[in-house]
């Protein structure tokens, strides 16, 4: 066997090799988004019915709550981004972050200085490498997140916002995760969790002429009532935003280690072409080399004779 056929085999089953990887990864990432569906299935009955009972103890009392009520000299805003913890999810996390600074871009020129958590620990080291400040991040439970998980981070989050901000609190919580389309389409987007947008939360003026809220008795008060009700509204949203999130990178995953599978079938087929022709060349010198000495020899033998 030539130098040259020796290098494309070894090729061939280096890729291979890869290929085998690759496609169970795929099919691993395409069970997990089965289940990643489901889990954001199930959580959207509970954070719709706990934003229409926000929505109502918002708009039907005149209570004034501070995570309901806007500041006008908002000076700090707290950015949390959502990214994955392992990498081979192609522009996953990169999207993401590219969002994440449009928006820090944004409130800096709206005078804002921006906070920043990180969820995932793509971000943690995109933000690390570049030497930014990161006020606290979580990491280890990006593909499969958890409501203990969603609580933990909205708890960092409404303690800063309560916070005064002459001792490092902030005045606004804005969240980028991504959302999760198809299996095809996830879009990185960002979305302000409080102050709480009330025309949002209640779907707009067409929906708030439209739908009829239940009357309410607040005991012990309305603003008691936000008291427990908004924490919880923003551990809702954060936990949907994670499962979103959860839900894209297993499908971005899967798309591209496809890619990746389908790049190894055409380099092997690739490769196994170039082998054959190097094979072929080696078959037809020799077999040169064979016709040539046959012919020397009965040239010798003639002139012998």
């Keep these: 066997m030539g130098a040259q056929l020796r290098v494309y085999k070894r090729r061939i089953r280096s890729v291979s090799a890869t290929k085998k990887i690759t496609k169970?990864?795929?099919?691993?990432?395409?069970?997990?988004?089965?289940?990643?569906?489901?889990?954001?299935?199930?959580?959207?009955?509970?954070?719709?019915?706990?934003?229409?009972?926000?929505?109502?103890?918002?708009?039907?009392?005149?209570?004034?709550?501070?995570?309901?009520?806007?500041?006008?000299?908002?000076?700090?805003?707290?950015?949390?981004?959502?990214?994955?913890?392992?990498?081979?999810?192609?522009?996953?996390?990169?999207?993401?972050?590219?969002?994440?600074?449009?928006?820090?871009?944004?409130?800096?020129?709206?005078?804002?200085?921006?906070?920043?958590y990180i969820v995932g620990r793509k971000g943690v080291a995109y933000y690390n490498f570049r030497g930014?400040?990161?006020?606290?991040?979580?990491?280890?439970?990006?593909?499969?997140?958890t409501y203990g998980d969603a609580k933990a981070v909205a708890s960092a989050l409404i303690k800063a916002f309560t916070t005064e901000t002459a001792d490092g609190g902030v005045d606004e919580l804005h969240i980028v995760s991504t959302e999760f389309v198809s299996m095809l389409t996830q879009n990185a987007v960002d979305a302000r969790l409080l102050p709480l947008h009330l025309d949002e939360v209640g779907g707009g003026e067409e929906t708030s002429r439209t739908e009829v809220f239940p009357l309410y008795d607040f005991e012990p008060s309305a603003e008691g009532v936000l008291d427990a009700l908004l924490p919880r509204y923003v551990e809702s949203r954060i936990y949907n935003a994670l499962l979103q999130s959860a839900a894209s990178e297993h499908a971005a995953r899967r798309r591209a280690m496809k890619s990746a599978t389908d790049n190894a079938e055409e380099l092997i087929k690739s490769l196994t072409r170039l082998a054959n022709s190097a094979r072929q060349a080696e078959i037809t010198q020799e077999i040169s080399e064979i016709v040539g000495g046959a012919n020397a020899l009965a040239d010798a033998s003639a002139g012998s004779d």
């Design 24 to 116: 169970a990864m795929e099919m691993i990432s395409a069970s997990r988004i089965v289940k990643a569906q489901r889990a954001v299935a199930a959580s959207t009955p509970y954070a719709s019915e706990l934003t229409r009972a926000v929505t109502a103890v918002a708009t039907r009392s005149n209570a004034k709550h501070p995570l309901t009520t806007e500041n006008p000299d908002a000076v700090r805003a707290a950015v949390l981004v959502v990214t994955a913890d392992r990498g081979l999810a192609g522009g996953y996390s990169s999207n993401a972050l590219k969002t994440a600074a449009v928006l820090t871009e944004r409130l800096r020129a709206e005078g804002k200085e921006v906070v920043s």
């Design 132 to 145: 930014r400040e990161v006020a606290q991040s979580w990491t280890g439970f990006s593909d499969k997140p």
